[in-house]
């Protein structure tokens, strides 16, 4: 009889090996409400005993077992993409399980546990403020624990996910590649969210709202990105019709290169370097979204130190619920 592991890793290993260095499958890690680095096994990174335990849920199998057969078929799709550095021969069926396993590892950290309870206080410290009892005057609500937290988030990543993977498969995607002076930092919750139209009063990065970005750092110096349909269609446009003007011999003084640059990462695949200041746009948001911990191969958290002096509160659990 095969017995459930007993350490769960909220970031699967097949991902964090590629950010591991040496022969000992050792990482750098910087603990940010601490402030302090060391390093640690590939084991004991991201990961707690029977994160995913819902022994009591009555389930066929357990979230573990789920999510370890996720991970065996990801592995040789993410290994092929590592190696070629590239997403040319990627198969829709492939690409789906790209999308079901970035999908859940937006729902499986511990990040969607301390958001829900930060929620669920917050509801609280109002409802009490105004005189009523959380727990007796408001239907069908209820103060949560930790433990409701995570069964709670447990039960959103065995339902949810699917819509989430659907959403994610409708969006342009590319693959896009480190400065070569530089490297991608990841974290204990390594799918980052971005978006440029702001929505005054309500938050933005919501999964389904025009401008959308994803980011998600598979190794060191590659991170899988996807795109706003709608935001990658208005430019594509613009480059077409800027294109056109051009082959009719049309003059056009506007530079478009930037542009059409963009659009051919996503129509033709081009994987693009990103500069300097684009590598710190990237690991900025793995700074400022993760919980607790980020994670390096070469010991480089020399952003994430300076990011932590000028703004301390990104010590404290960022809440980046994603629905």
């Known amino acids: 009889m095969n017995r459930e592991p007993k350490k769960h890793h909220y970031v699967p290993r097949l991902i964090l090996k590629n950010f591991c260095f040496g022969t000992k499958n050792t990482i750098y890690v910087l603990d940010k409400k601490r402030g302090h680095v060391f390093t640690s096994s590939l084991e004991d990174t991201a990961s707690e005993n029977y994160f995913y335990n819902d022994r009591n849920a009555n389930h066929e199998k357990n979230t573990e077992t789920k999510l370890g057969e996720l991970e065996n078929l990801s592995v040789p799709i993410f290994d092929r993409i590592n190696s070629e550095e590239s997403l040319l021969h990627l198969t829709a069926y492939e690409r789906g399980i790209i999308c079901l396993f970035v999908a859940v590892q937006m729902l499986r950290t511990n990040n969607n546990r301390e ?9 609280c410290d109002w409802v009490r403020r105004s005189g009523y009892d959380p727990n007796k005057d408001v239907e069908d609500f209820k103060e949560m624990s930790k433990v409701d937290a995570k069964q709670f988030s447990i039960a959103m990543l065995r339902t ?5 993977a659907k959403t994610l498969f409708a969006k342009d995607y590319c693959l896009i590649k480190a400065h070569k002076l530089a490297s991608f930092y990841t974290s204990d919750n390594p799918v980052t969210m971005y978006n440029n139209f702001p929505r005054p009063g309500r938050g933005n990065l919501g999964l389904a709202l025009k401008g959308i970005e994803i980011h998600f750092p598979i190794s060191p110096k590659l991170c899988l990105t996807f795109m706003c349909s709608q935001t990658v269609d208005e430019i594509r446009t613009r480059v077409n019709r800027y294109r056109a003007l051009k082959a009719s011999g049309i003059y056009c003084p506007v530079d478009m290169s930037e542009p059409e640059m963009f659009v ?3 129509d033709k695949r081009i994987v693009r370097e990103l500069r300097p200041e684009n590598m710190e746009f990237h690991n900025s948001l793995q700074v400022s979204q993760s919980s607790r911990f980020l994670y390096s191969q070469n010991n480089d958290f020399e952003l994430a130190k300076d990011m932590l002096r000028a703004n301390p509160e990104l010590k404290e659990p960022a809440s980046c619920l994603s629905i």
């Open 264 to 266: 051919d990462q996503f």
């Open 160 to 164: 949810a996910a699917g819509q989430f």
């Open 115 to 123: 958001s829900m309870l930060k929620m669920n206080r917050a509801i």
